[in-house]
């Protein structure tokens, strides 16, 4: 009776990919074990005949057919051909580094000045076509584990690693400032690329990421583009800060005129006046202040203005300063030309009352030679002091100033 003379399984590291076990020409009752995140290939005379998944085998002709036509009972069990068995690791292996071995060099797209960078990160593998993975990669190997993986991909990551990163760098058009604000979309794309290289090899790119780009700090038109770049979004910034400034400082002084207005219309509600009335109060306190002392024309220009203005407040003022030029005794001066029909004070030169609209009689007035000033009709000239009348050289008769002859004895003058 045939005993079970081997139990073929793997329980070592789990970085190692491919491990074949060391038992060969193993008896055809001979146990094989395969661990839920394995696979094994049975080999024979060079060719990979079967692939076994989890679960456990024994090596007769009824596990494996192709060995019904081969095992020879006469050998006592034996098989007299060449037999091994391989393990695939099927879990997936992270943290897995890659870095550029030399600086690649392109045209920087956004400011279009020459530039050298170097990239590095870390990917995941995982074995997926265990009979293509031994095949192309293994070959005769007892143990193929990450460090000779990536010994393996080495040259082949590299050329395409450098060239997918300046296509993808092109094609996106990213800023070589602001590239490390797009690592996470540069890791996709490159997945995305390399994953059908890795498949050739029986390989799965479960991940890959760019954690780094080497940049050529130190070189000068780096360091001159990188100061240009920053220092246009710090102008950008300092202008908003300005404009924002400016927009609160413009609503504080809006809000504080707000707040005066309403504090005055409150002071006027209470005091019992209008707007209006105080705008009457300021205009006659502008023109008193600019009236010249013992120019009673230039007064009485202002006293009419007072007097119409400021509704209530112009009106008591008006006929204040009406009754006071009627009587003659404003600031102790004659009086000044008056309207015949409302009496009030005329401006100089005035051809209509500003009170009534009744028109100025220019019979009442007259030109004063010396100072040329328009005057109410009179002996003397209330600017100057010209007399306007004389006497006839021949009877004395009182003359007016515009008279060619006496009227008295026709004595020419």
Not at 279 to 297: I, L, M, S
Request: glycine letters at 8%; aromatic letters at 8%; one cysteine or more.
């Amino acid at each position: 009776m045939m005993q079970i003379t081997d139990i073929i399984k793997y329980e070592g590291d789990n970085t190692v990919f491919i491990w074949k076990h060391p038992c060969e020409d193993f008896n055809s009752l001979t146990q094989l074990i395969v661990h839920e995140s394995q696979e094994a290939v049975f080999m024979m005379n060079g060719l990979a005949l079967d692939l076994f998944g989890p679960g456990r085998y024994t090596l007769e002709t009824q596990n494996v057919p192709i060995l019904s036509k081969l095992l020879n009972r006469v050998t006592g069990g034996k098989s007299p051909f060449h037999c091994e068995v391989y393990f695939i690791n099927k879990t997936e292996q992270m943290a897995i580094k890659w870095g550029t071995d030399s600086r690649v060099e392109f045209m920087e797209p956004t400011y279009q000045f020459p530039i050298q960078i170097g990239a590095s990160g870390e990917m995941s593998l995982r074995a997926e076509d265990s009979r293509k993975l031994l095949i192309k990669l293994v070959g005769t190997e007892n143990v193929f584990g990450q460090a000779k993986l990536t010994q393996y991909f080495r040259a082949f990551l590299m050329t395409k690693v450098k060239s997918y990163l300046v296509q993808i760098i092109k094609e996106k058009r990213i800023n070589i400032f602001e590239i490390d604000e797009h690592l996470l979309e540069l890791s996709e794309v490159l997945k995305e690329k390399l994953h059908p290289d890795f498949l050739d090899y029986g390989i799965s790119l479960e991940r890959f990421f760019v954690t780094t780009v080497v940049k050529p700090d130190g070189e000068a038109s780096y360091e001159k583009f990188k100061s240009l770049h920053f220092r246009q979004y710090a102008d950008i910034a300092e202008a908003k800060l300005r404009q924002q400034v400016s927009v609160i400082e413009a609503q504080t002084e809006a809000q504080k005129t707000v707040i005066e207005s309403q504090a005055m219309a409150a002071k006027r509600s209470q005091e019992g006046y209008t707007y209006q009335q105080e705008r009457g109060f300021d205009v006659a306190e502008h023109v008193a202040d600019n009236e010249a002392v013992g120019q009673f024309t230039n007064l009485g220009v202002g006293l009419g203005t007072m007097a119409g203005v400021g509704g209530a407040v112009g009106g008591v003022v008006g006929n204040a300063i009406n009754g006071a030029v009627g009587e003659g005794i404003l600031n102790n001066s004659p009086a000044s030309l008056t309207c015949k029909g409302c009496g009030s004070p005329l401006p100089e030169g005035a051809k209509f009352c500003l009170q009534c609209g009744e028109p100025v009689c220019e019979s009442d007035t007259i030109v004063c030679p010396q100072c040329g000033k328009t005057i109410p009709k009179g002996k003397f000239c209330i600017e100057c002091g010209y007399k306007f009348s004389t006497s006839c050289p021949k009877c004395g008769h009182e003359l007016a100033v515009e008279v060619k002859f006496c009227p008295e004895c026709g004595e020419k003058i």
